[in-house]
C-alpha cells in the first residue's frame, strides 16, 4: 500500500505540444464498432453477472496546458492500444508491486475510466489494424451485487521501468507490443467522462470514442511527437491505475484494465462438512450426554476436593502443640517429668489426626529424695486416663505390674533401687468425645527405697504391774526390731501393721523415765518410757501361821512351769475378745498382786510401812465363793501343761496366749483341758479347790492379772 501511494505522488510533466493536425472523419463501421462512453451514473459491468461496486474517484490530475485555437478541439477515444504498451511505462519496481496477470479464460469487467490531462490537439495514435472484436459488449442492467473479493495483481512485464518524475520524460520509441484480444476489448471500454476530467466540453464528450487512424505515418516528426504523447499518455495511465488500485485496497471495486477472472463464491467447508455429515443416532448423542456429565462431575469433584483440601491444610496447621493434654504425675509427693509422649490431635474427628511424637529423654529420671515409706503413693492428674505401671528391682525381676491404683496396697518388701514405667493411655474408646486428643505419655524413673520404719510407744506413761507396749510399722528388711533398756521384754511380734513388743513393769519397777532405744532397718530411735508408782497394800501378822496358804512367790514356780516361760511367744491371740475374769461367780483375794505380808513389826513401822522379812505377792490368791467351782478359760490361747503337779501346785494349768503372755493357774482339783488343746475364751478349764493361785505373766515377769481381766492395763489395749 506504500509504494502504491507514493507512486500517486508523481505528476506526469506536460507533454510537448504536437502540430495540428486534421483530422480524418472516422467512417461508420468504426463508430459503431465503439461502445458510447460511460458515465457517472453507469456502473461498470462485472463478469458473469456480477455488478461491483464503483470504485473510489481517483485524486484530481494536473490539467495540460490550453493552447487557444479557432478551432474546435475534441477529444478522441483512446486507442485500441495492448495491454502491454499501456503498461511499458510504470513506476519503478521498487515503488510498484507486481501483481499477477488474471485468468485470460475468465471474461473481465469493463475498467472504470481514467482520467487524463487535457491538450490543445490530440494526435493520432499509430494505425494498428482495426479488429471486430475489440469492441465491448454491451452491459445490460442488472442489480447491484454483493461485493466481490478483491481480485487478483496483474502481472506487469519486465524491463518497463518509468523515468525519474524530476525529469523530463523520455520518449518511448519502443512500439507496444500487440495486446490479446481480450485486453484490447477492454481497453476499448475505457473512456473519460466528465466526471473524470472535470473540465472537457459537451461537444467534446459527444464526440464517438473510438480510435483514430492517421493517414500521415510516414511523416518523422509526427511519430515523435505521436510517441512523446503516447508515453506521456502511458504514465499518466498508470498513475490513475496505482490511484485505483490504492483505493481498491482500501474499498475492493474492479480495476482500470482487464479484470481477473472473478473467482467462485466461496463456500463455508466447514457448514458444508457439517452438512456431509450423516446426523448422530440416539446412542452417540446420549454418549456425548453422558460424557458430558462425567466431565462436569469430575469437574465438581475437584473443585470440592481442592476446596476440602484447602480446609484440611488449615485444620492441619491449626492443630498446634498447644492443645496436646497436660498429665500430672508424682511419686511420694515428688512431680516427676515425661521422657517420651505420642499424641494425636484430631484434624477431621477422628479419621484424620496430626501426631506429635517425641522422645524428651532415653534414659530414666532418678529421683533425689530416697523412699521412706513402705507403700509411697504415686497420683496421676487427670485420673480419667488408663494407667500401666511396671516396676522391676536391682536383678530385673517384676516386683510389680498393674494399674496406679492397686498400686496404693503394695508395700516394698526390702530396701533397695528399683526401675518404674509409668505408660498414660487416652484412646478413643474410654473418651466419650470421638474428636479428643488421643495417644500415650510415658514415665521412666529410677528411686531408691530407704524405708525409716515408725517407731511408736504406745503408752508413754504406764505404772507399775502394768504392761508398756511400742509399736514399729511395716519395714524392709526380714529381721524384726530389737528393743534395749532396763526393761525386761520377750521381744517383736508381727501385727497387723508391722512390729510390736510388750514390756512388763515389775511390781517393784523404778519410778521415773526410762530410756528405750529401738532399731529397726537400720534405723535407732531411743523412746522415754515414764513409769510411776502403784498403791499396793500390806499386813502385818503377830505369827506366821496367820499368813496366806498357799503361797507361790516369784522364784517358788516348779521347774515345769519355768521351763515353759523361757519359750518365744506365738501369735497374738487375745486380739479378739480381749481378756476376762476365770469364775463365773464372784470371788474373793485374800492376797492381792503386790500386796506385803509382815510378821513380828513394830508399831512405828507399820506406821511408816517400812521393815524387813515381809513377802509380797506376785499373783493373785482367790477363794471362791463355793468350794469346786467351775473355772472358765479367761483369753483365747495355746494350752501348753496341764497337769497335777502336787504338793502346795496341785493340778496345773500353763495357757500361751502369744507375745510371750500366759496364764498360769495353780490349785484346780480336775481339769478339762489337756496339753496341746487349743482353747478359746469362756471355755471350761477345770473345777477349783477351796482356793486358787492364779498368776500372768509375760516372758518371766508376773504382772497384776486382776488389770488385766478388767481391762485396766493399756498396754495389752494394742496388737
Known amino acids: 500500500m506504500e509504494e502504491d501511494k507514493k ?45 461491483t461496486k464503483k470504485p473510489a474517484a481517483s485524486p484530481k490530475k494536473p490539467r495540460a496546458k490550453k493552447t487557444t485555437k479557432t478551432t474546435k478541439t475534441t477529444k478522441t477515444a483512446k486507442p485500441k492500444t495492448p495491454k502491454a504498451a499501456k503498461t511499458a511505462k510504470k513506476a519503478p519496481a521498487d515503488e510498484t508491486p507486481e501483481r499477477k496477470a488474471p485468468a485470460q479464460e475468465s471474461p473481465v469487467p469493463a475498467a472504470p475510466e481514467l482520467a487524463e490531462p487535457k491538450s490543445e490537439s490530440m494526435p493520432e495514435p499509430p494505425e494498428t489494424p482495426a479488429r471486430e472484436d475489440t469492441a465491448a459488449p454491451t452491459v445490460p442492467d442488472v442489480p447491484s451485487t454483493p461485493e466481490l473479493p478483491e481480485p487478483a495483481e496483474r502481472a506487469e512485464p519486465a524491463g518497463t521501468e518509468p523515468e525519474p518524475a524530476a525529469d523530463a520524460p523520455a520518449v518511448d520509441d519502443t512500439p507496444a507490443a500487440e495486446a490479446p484480444p481480450e485486453a484490447a476489448a477492454a481497453d476499448t471500454a475505457v473512456t473519460d467522462t466528465p466526471a473524470q476530467t472535470g473540465d472537457v466540453p459537451a461537444e467534446d464528450a459527444a464526440e464517438p470514442s473510438g480510435p483514430v487512424f492517421s493517414d500521415d505515418l510516414a511523416n518523422d516528426k509526427a511519430l515523435a511527437a505521436e510517441a512523446a504523447r503516447m508515453a506521456n499518455i502511458s504514465r499518466t495511465a498508470q498513475l490513475s491505475i496505482a490511484q485505483i488500485m490504492a483505493g481498491l485496497e482500501e474499498n475492493p471495486a474492479p480495476s482500470a484494465g482487464p479484470a481477473p477472472a472473478p473467482e467462485a463464491p466461496q463456500h463455508d467447508s466447514a457448514a458444508d462438512d457439517e452438512d456431509d455429515e450423516p446426523q448422530d443416532t440416539i446412542p452417540q448423542v446420549l454418549g456425548r450426554g453422558v460424557f458430558g456429565m462425567f466431565k462436569w462431575l469430575l469437574l465438581v469433584v475437584l473443585f470440592v476436593l481442592i476446596i476440602a483440601g484447602g480446609g484440611v491444610a488449615w485444620l492441619y496447621r491449626s492443630a498446634t502443640p498447644d492443645m496436646l493434654p497436660e498429665v500430672k504425675v508424682t511419686f511420694d509427693g515428688q512431680e ?10 484430631p484434624v477431621v474427628g477422628s479419621f484424620f489426626r496430626r501426631t506429635y511424637a517425641e522422645t524428651l529423654n532415653s534414659s530414666p529420671v532418678v529421683l533425689e529424695d530416697a523412699i521412706s515409706d513402705a507403700s509411697p503413693d504415686i497420683i496421676v492428674t487427670p485420673s480419667d486416663y488408663s494407667t500401666q505401671l511396671t516396676i522391676t528391682d536391682a536383678d530385673r525381676e517384676t516386683v510389680y505390674e498393674g494399674s496406679v491404683t492397686g498400686f496404693r496396697s503394695y508395700l516394698f518388701a526390702e530396701n533397695g533401687t528399683f526401675d518404674a514405667k509409668l505408660v498414660v493411655t487416652a484412646s478413643d474408646s474410654a473418651a466419650e468425645d470421638r474428636s479428643s486428643v488421643t495417644g500415650t505419655e510415658t514415665w521412666q524413673f529410677r528411686f531408691t527405697v530407704s524405708i525409716k520404719p515408725s517407731i511408736t510407744l504406745c503408752t508413754p506413761t504406764v505404772q507399775q504391774g502394768s504392761v508398756a507396749a511400742v509399736r514399729v510399722g511395716s519395714t524392709m528388711g526380714r529381721t524384726e526390731p530389737t528393743l534395749t533398756g532396763p526393761l525386761e521384754s520377750t521381744g517383736f511380734v508381727r501385727a497387723a501393721n508391722g512390729w510390736i513388743c510388750y514390756l512388763p513393769i515389775p511390781w517393784n519397777a523404778e519410778t521415773g523415765n526410762t530410756e528405750l532405744t529401738v532399731t529397726a532397718d537400720g534405723y535407732t530411735e531411743t523412746l522415754t518410757l515414764s513409769v510411776r508408782a502403784a498403791s499396793y497394800s500390806y499386813k502385818d501378822y503377830s505369827a506366821k501361821s496367820q499368813l496366806t496358804s498357799p503361797y507361790i512367790g516369784a522364784d517358788d514356780a516348779p521347774d515345769a512351769v519355768r521351763r515353759l516361760l523361757t519359750n518365744d511367744g506365738g501369735e497374738i491371740q487375745w486380739a479378739t475378745g480381749g481378756f476376762v475374769q476365770p469364775f463365773l461367780d464372784s470371788f474373793d483375794t485374800p492376797l492381792l498382786y503386790g500386796m506385803t505380808e509382815y510378821v513380828g513389826r513394830s508399831y512405828s513401822e507399820r506406821s511408816t510401812n517400812y521393815g524387813y522379812g515381809g513377802r509380797t505377792s506376785t499373783n493373785v490368791v482367790i477363794k471362791p465363793k463355793k468350794s469346786k467351782d467351775s473355772m472358765i478359760v479367761p483369753a483365747s490361747g495355746h494350752v501348753l501343761l496341764a497337769e497335777d503337779l502336787g504338793g502346795s501346785y496341785g493340778y496345773t494349768v500353763v495357757i500361751d496366749h502369744g507375745a510371750g503372755l500366759r496364764s498360769i493357774f495353780y490349785g484346780l482339783t480336775a481339769l478339762d483341758v489337756k496339753a496341746g488343746d487349743d482353747v478359746k475364751q469362756g471355755q471350761l ?18 504382772i497384776n492379772p486382776l488389770l488385766v481381766w478388767r481391762g485396766q492395763c493399756d498396754g495389752l489395749k494394742y496388737y
Do not use: F, N
Not at 486534421?22 to 457517472?40: E, F, V
Not at 478349764?685 to 498368776?695: D, M
Open 7 to 51: 507512486s500517486t505522488a508523481v505528476q506526469p510533466e506536460e507533454a510537448p505540444k504536437p502540430k495540428p493536425r486534421r483530422r480524418k472523419a472516422a467512417s461508420p463501421q468504426s463508430a459503431a464498432d465503439t461502445p458510447p462512453a460511460p458515465t457517472d451514473s453507469a456502473e461498470p459491468p462485472a463478469a458473469d453477472g456480477q455488478s
Open 336 to 345: 516427676l517429668a515425661p521422657t517420651a509422649y505420642k499424641w494425636h490431635v
Open 685 to 702: 478349764l477345770g473345777t477349783s479347790g477351796r482356793t486358787v493361785v492364779a498368776e500372768l505373766r509375760i516372758g518371766t515377769v508376773p
